[in-house]
């Protein structure tokens, strides 16, 4: 079974303060994925990354920042919480190819006070 | 750009009854989407409950099935008697099958389902 692990599961952070995601997988995937989602909206991708140690932009990286420093981990950083950065955030993961399945975290929910 | 539209951000279906989530999308520059439905149970992550690859074609699983319709760009999910398990958010989503550079998946808004007893 495809693990994808995200810690920690929750976190309250403060306004201007850094913030970092984790994102774990035992799935031998190249494909790693960091979405976000706030109520009433679906998921919407920020970074991704293809291959260890290089991070490209999603549809809404603004705020974020990315690392993947091995095939398994992918952390989001949060340089500068905001408030509007309140949100839960999904890991996701697939195998390289056009149609192959995508594994997703638990999700982290995230608030920025 | 492209996107995907579920107009019920909420339902609440007795047990047993019938369920519909009504699900468009507009892929302006993916010439032939991929569609799916993914599924949140309480405390999970999003699980892939199935998918249609081809126009026309019907996926179905966990007694759920939707059916790709490109005229109509609709694929909406149906299930004929649903169960308290069948509680959770269902997102329609797609993707570019030729996979693109970043593989991406665009979502819906969300369904939360409620089944009551």
């Known amino acids: 079974e495809a693990a994808v692990t995200q810690s920690p599961r929750s976190k309250v952070a403060v306004t201007g303060g850094k913030v970092t995601l984790s994102c774990h997988q035992t799935?031998?995937?190249?494909?790693m994925y960091w979405y976000r989602q706030d109520t009433g909206h679906g998921l919407r991708l920020i970074h991704y990354s293809y291959v260890a140690d290089s991070t490209e932009k999603g549809d809404i990286p603004d705020g974020y920042k990315a690392s993947r420093p091995s095939q398994e981990n992918f952390s989001l950083i949060l340089e500068l919480a905001s408030l509007s950065q309140t949100a839960v955030y999904f890991c996701a993961s697939r195998a390289q190819g056009a149609n192959t399945e995508v594994f997703f975290g638990k999700g982290t929910r995230l608030t920025v006070v | 750009g492209d996107s995907v539209t579920q107009t019920e951000g909420q339902v609440t279906v007795s047990e047993s009854k019938s369920l519909i989530i009504n699900c468009t999308y507009s892929?302006?520059?993916?010439?032939?989407?991929?569609l799916f439905w993914y599924v949140r149970y309480p405390g999970e992550g999003l699980q892939l409950l199935l998918k249609v690859i081809t126009a026309g074609q019907k996926g179905s699983s966990r007694g759920f099935e939707a059916t790709y319709n490109k005229e109509t760009t609709s694929f909406h999910l149906q299930k004929a008697s649903v169960q308290e398990s069948d509680s959770a958010v269902y997102y329609c989503?797609?993707?570019?099958?030729?996979?693109?550079?970043?593989?991406?998946?665009?979502f819906g808004e969300g369904t939360q389902v409620t089944v009551i007893s």
């Open positions: 989503a797609l993707s570019d099958r030729a996979g693109g550079l970043s593989g991406k998946l665009t």
């Open positions: 799935n031998n995937h190249d494909y």
């Open positions: 892929a302006t520059s993916i010439a032939y989407p991929n």
